[in-house]
């Protein structure tokens, strides 16, 4: 069954609803969410503080994963049972994880 959002003129709108939200506390221990669920393909991320970000079935994120900067929203492509950790860059804060559906 397609979801697609249209705009008045039948166009396709890209655009996803937020599903089930968790927050992660970020610290200088790398940190996981819980798994994605069965039907989620994208998560939105954004973290209160910088931090380093790591995906997969038991990630943990180091100095050299990817740095996401403090409240700058990003969407990511995951895979069902994935999950996403985090660690500080330089202060302790959380990081917000939305999936999309």
Known sequence: MSRLIRDS???VVQAMAPGASQ????????????AFAANTTVVRVVASQDVYL???????ATSSSLRLPAGVPEYFA???GEKVAALQ???AGALNVVEMV
């Open 89 to 91: 860059v330089s202060a």
């Open 78 to 80: 995951v895979t069902a």
């Open 54 to 60: 790591a995906f997969g079935s038991n990630p943990t």
């Open 23 to 34: 927050s992660v506390a970020t610290s200088s221990s790398s940190a996981q969410s819980s």
């Open 9 to 11: 003129n039948g166009n």
